[in-house]
Structures are given as C-alpha cells and as structure tokens.
C-alpha cells in the first residue's frame, strides 16, 4: 500500500533523509520510532502529502504524493503531533466541520459523525466543548476527525502524547481494530510498549531506517 523509494530530504540545511527506502503492505500496523530529531514527524508530513521530499519517490495506493497529492489527500486519514480542533465548538460541530472539509454533506456527513464518536467512545460529551474535554479525549476526537472519510490509510503522529492510560489503551484498541478491517497505519509513539504491539517496526536514525522488523526480531 505505502511505497518509499530512496527519498531524501534536508531541512534548514541539515540532511534529514538521506536514502530512505521502505514497503508498507496493506493493513500493517507499521510503529515508527527513533530519537527526537530523527525526522519522524517530517517521514509522516511526506506521507500525508503535506510535505514533498526533495528526491525520490514515495507511492500511496499506486497513487505518486509528488505528482498526484490531492487524490492521495483523499485516501489518508493524517493525525498531527499538535491537535486540530476548535476549542470553542464541541466535539460533535468539529467532526461536521472536517468532514465538510472531506466533502461529506447531508445525511452521510451525520452518519460518519455519529459512527466516529461511537468508534472513540465519546458520544456522551459530543455536545460539550473541546474546552471542557480533557487532553485524552481531545486526542480522541482528533482520531475520530481523521476517520470520518473511510480513509484507506492512517498516518498518526504521537496520538497518545500527554493522555491517560485509559485514552492510550482504548486508542490503540481502536487502530488495531482499523489495521484489522485492512487499513494501513503508520503510527509514531515513545511509549515502547504501544510500538512493540505493532506488526511491524522501524527505527529512524542517521538519516535512513537503521532496523525493520517485528518485535520479536
């Protein structure tokens, strides 16, 4: 599903990928990780379309992100490190507003909004404001933003940064229930036992993935 091909990238002058190369397969749950620094965040920004590598190439669904950005958009669910919501409006006017981003409209917009606050358990306080919802449940909401197009690919940046337990378990839950139903999911995270349960993991450094492999190898 994911296709990284020798990419490289610099960043204010410093080398941030120098030949990176990697295979996703559909419905993996691929756990990235490395020390601060090590180009994580960007990786997922150049998956997401948001960024473009400066060479090489990087394929979504067969879909170029260099040439054909706007439709890999539309097969990623992309969730970044900071949390992207309107603290004014409540979590249920949130979910409406990205999914008109999405293009979704009328009884379908309603029905994806329903389903993902049903998915992150918050149907209870969707009409409260993020201002009023703790950390663990913005990321929540967060997640439920990224899902409501029925994304064929999730790219999560630190989802669980800062949450309780309880959030951090059920968030998991939930992107193992995704990679199971046959998305593909790239996830970030320094909580080591969230990578170890990933199908598989990589390990940024140097520039390039120092190790691939399952977490009993």
């Known amino acids: 599903m994911i296709s990284i091909v020798d ?5 204010k002058k410093r080398p941030v990928f120098t030949g990176l190369s990697v295979e996703i397969a559909a ?24 960024l473009p590598p400066d060479a090489g190439e990087v394929w979504i669904g067969g879909k170029s992100v260099r040439q ?17 919501l309107y603290s004014a409006l409540s979590g ?23 389903e993902a606050l049903a998915t992150v358990q918050m149907e209870d306080r969707r009409h409260d404001p ?5 950390g663990g449940m ?20 630190e989802p669980t940064a800062g949450v309780d337990m309880a959030s951090r378990s059920h ?17 970030t995270s320094h909580h080591m036992e969230e990578i170890m349960a990933c199908d598989r993991i990589g390990v940024l450094k140097d520039g390039t993935l120092a190790v691939s492999g399952t977490a009993g190898n």
Do not use: C
Not at 27 to 35: R, S
Not at 92 to 108: K, P, T
């Open 138 to 157: 913005k990321r929540r909401i967060n997640l439920a933003a990224a899902l409501l197009h029925n994304p064929r690919v999730l790219i999560l940046d």
């Open 171 to 187: 968030i998991m839950d939930v992107l193992k229930e995704k990679s199971r139903q046959g998305v593909t999911i790239v996830y």
């Open 7 to 11: 990419i490289t990238k610099t960043y």
């Open 92 to 114: 249920e006017a949130n979910l409406m507003f990205w999914g008109r981003m999405y293009g979704l409209r009328g009884r379908e917009l309603t029905a994806r909004t329903t």
């Open 130 to 134: 993020i201002s009023a919802y703790s």
């Open 68 to 84: 054909q950005g706007n439709e890999v958009k539309r097969l990623v669910g992309y969730v970044p490190q900071e949390v992207a």
């Open 27 to 50: 419905g993996e749950l691929f756990g990235l990780t490395g020390e601060n620094g090590a180009g994580k965040s960007t990786l997922l920004s150049i998956l997401a379309s948001v």
